[in-house]
């Protein structure tokens, strides 16, 4: 799972893509199709502008599209969601599928990757936490004793 995760989009496919939305959106008729593939591929991007693009329009098509393609927009907004570091909003797109389809391996492995990701993070934030605290308090005793010298 953690190679989803990972897995960037080639350029062309992204530029075909792109291309196949852009011409529908000039007309005003883009399918549900065309954006999803779209969207499909903007979180799959190493750019984390080109993330966010896609989840907007993976939002937009959960929000406007029929029943049909609900569930692939909620794998592919957890995906987009924690490779931008989103956890938390990835995780409640992660549990929101899982009350459609609880039994599904792929969904329960992504769930338990981004847990390890934050757990990961979180550690890191708490060493350079500790980290900073440290730094201050030897500036801190630093100028106590220097006021003490005084």
Known sequence: MEDMLNEVV?????Q???????????SS???????????WCLVRSKY?????????LLEDLFNNDGDSGKRDCLYYLAIGNAR???YTKALRYVRAFLQI??????VQDLETCIKKKMEKEGLVGIAVAGG?????ASILGLGIAMAKKS
């Open 16 to 26: 075909k893509f792109e291309n196949i939305y852009n011409e529908q959106l000039k």
């Open 101 to 106: 389809e609880p039994g599904n391996k792929q």
């Open 84 to 86: 931008i570091k989103e």
């Open 10 to 14: 080639s350029s062309d496919d992204l």
């Open 48 to 56: 984390p502008a080109d993330i966010r693009k896609g989840i907007v």
């Open 29 to 39: 008729k883009v399918t549900q199709k065309a954006q999803f593939e779209y969207a």
């Open 132 to 136: 900073v605290i440290v730094g201050l």
